[in-house]
């Protein structure tokens, strides 16, 4: 059974880069056939799909933020991570960390991260 | 604006058959998978429909997913106040190459 928990800045001043890492735990992020992604929440609506990463290391982004999004993943720390920049307040959103094995129903969510962009 | 189009809102009484609707285009519900996502609100969304009939271990079989063209729909039976929540339609778009939600149907249990 996979844990996922993200960590990282609360508080993000406009125009800044927002950074969050998503910690691994209780299996191999290089496991075969699986994906790893990032979504966020803004308050009061719809879920949006950031971007995710392949455990080939293939990644796919949102092109509404494309230009601004990195997902990288460090095995050595079983960690994955996202990187935006150039945050605006239209980025303030609970932002969740997951992992799904491709096909078959498992997947692993984390708990979610409010992130508030605001000088 | 969601690329997938699902009703804001709908509404049942325990013991209820109600269903949701998602419709989207050719590049999206038509060529890939649909899942389907509960979220209780203030919690994590939980994946409750998967390559659009499939349930995961632990969902109820009083969920059910099904597909058609460029349309899909989620049905649960029994209703009950337990299941009110925010539910998502989901999909891999070709055009976009990127994964599409709907922008969620919230479910009253009345």
């Known amino acids: 059974q996979l844990q996922l928990q993200e960590s990282g800045p609360g508080l993000v001043k406009p125009s800044e880069t927002l950074s969050l890492t998503c910690t691994v735990s209780g299996g191999s992020i290089s496991s075969s056939g699986y994906y790893w992604g990032w979504l966020r929440q803004p308050p009061g609506k719809g879920l949006e799909w950031i971007g995710s990463?392949?455990?080939?290391?293939?990644?796919y982004y949102n092109p509404s933020l494309k230009s601004r999004v990195t997902i990288s993943v460090d095995t050595s720390k079983n960690q994955f991570s996202l990187k935006l920049s150039s945050v605006t307040a239209a980025d303030t959103a609970v932002y969740y960390c997951m992992g799904a094995a491709a096909g078959t129903g498992v997947d692993y969510w984390g708990q979610g991260t409010l992130v508030t962009v605001s000088s | 604006q969601s690329v997938l189009t699902q009703p804001p809102s709908a509404s049942g009484t325990p013991g209820q058959r109600v269903t949701i609707s998602c419709s989207g285009s050719s590049s999206n519900i038509g060529r890939n998978y649909l899942y389907w996502y509960q979220q209780v609100p203030g919690t994590t969304p939980k994946l409750l429909i998967y390559r659009n009939n499939q349930r995961p271990s632990g969902v109820p079989d009083r969920f059910s997913g099904s597909k058609s063209g460029t349309s899909a729909s989620l049905a649960i039976s029994g209703l009950r106040s337990e299941d009110e929540a925010d539910y998502y339609c989901?999909?891999?778009?070709?055009?976009?190459?990127?994964?599409?939600f709907g922008g969620g149907t919230k479910l009253t249990v009345l």
């Open positions: 989901a999909a891999w778009d070709d055009s976009l190459s990127g994964q599409v």
């Open positions: 990463i392949s455990y080939s290391g293939t990644t």
